[in-house]
């Protein structure tokens, strides 16, 4: 049997398109029920729609073809929408795979459905390709919501005139030492500070790796003109340390951060531009 030509796959969806477009919505509403209306689910398949018919009358047939640009436009903004609101990936395919039904609809004889096999084909492609933009939109935004998370897990706070505090809770690990190592040093220049605590109370344990992360971050302080003393060394950490040979030279620890800010305000009490308690 000879191909179908896409104009003619065109005007059949025109000639067609109130059963088509009938028993599209009834699919796809009956699928997303409480999802969303029907009157925001009909607006966005007229767009659809619309476009499809748009390809093929420019001689589109596969999915990346140049006339099906629009169309892979409007499915790839549907899709990231629909990340955004939290549906599931089959929530988001069935939009495009229901289109099947009101194809079905039009196959009353064996060679109405052969013609409508490259329609069918062409349902099957972008299904897929809104599934695949689907899950690129909704690994953009869990990366977004964890770099967020990051930033909100490492705050630096301001104890005392001169004096900041970054307490850690977690695991400490590159990408989080370079956040914690950014945040610290902004907040040294905008408040104009000399003493800094990195309280390590919530780490569940310091290894090597964690070490030579607080040690960079002590010595990026230190090129700011920042002293930094490190807090929360409890005996286990302690004992811990002293088995993996680290060395923490020159860098002054204490027990407690509360320990740690009566340090820092007695020197800033020897220092010429320190404050007065």
């Known amino acids: 049997m000879p191909a179908v030509a896409p104009e003619t796959l065109a005007q059949t969806l025109v000639d067609h398109a109130p059963t088509v477009r009938a028993a599209w919505l009834d699919a796809a509403a009956d699928e997303l029920r409480g999802r969303t209306t029907r009157g925001e689910l009909e607006r966005e398949q007229t767009d ?29 903004d549907v899709s990231a929408a629909r990340a955004r609101l939290g549906f599931t990936p089959r ?20 060679d109405a ?22 899950a690129s939109a909704r690994e953009a935004i869990i990366s977004e919501q964890a770099e967020q998370l990051l930033e909100l897990s490492t705050p630096v706070v301001k104890l005392w005139e001169g004096i900041v505090a970054v307490p850690l809770v977690g695991t400490l690990d590159s990408a989080r030492t370079q956040v914690v190592m950014e945040k610290l040093l902004n907040t040294l220049v905008e408040t104009g500070s000399t003493q800094a605590i990195i309280d390590i109370t919530g780490v569940p344990a310091v290894d090597t790796q964690v070490a030579q992360h607080l040690l960079k971050t002590v010595v990026a302080a230190r090129l700011m003109g920042a002293e930094c003393t490190i807090s929360g060394i409890r005996p286990q950490i302690a004992q811990t340390i002293v088995a993996l040979g680290i060395e923490f030279g020159d860098i002054r620890t204490r027990a407690t951060l509360a320990d740690a800010l009566v340090d820092a305000l007695r020197e800033g009490r020897r220092s010429p531009a320190g404050v007065t308690a």
């Open 113 to 134: 459905m052969a013609g409508l096999v490259p329609l069918l084909r062409l349902v099957d492609d972008l299904g897929l390709f809104t599934f695949e933009t689907f």
């Open 48 to 76: 659809i729609y619309d476009a499809l018919v748009d390809g093929l009358r420019a001689g589109g047939t596969e999915v990346s073809a140049e006339a099906f640009d629009q169309l892979r436009g409007i499915l790839a």
């Open 91 to 110: 929530e988001t395919a069935v939009g495009m795979f229901a289109l099947k039904e009101g194809l079905y609809a039009l196959a009353g004889s064996p």
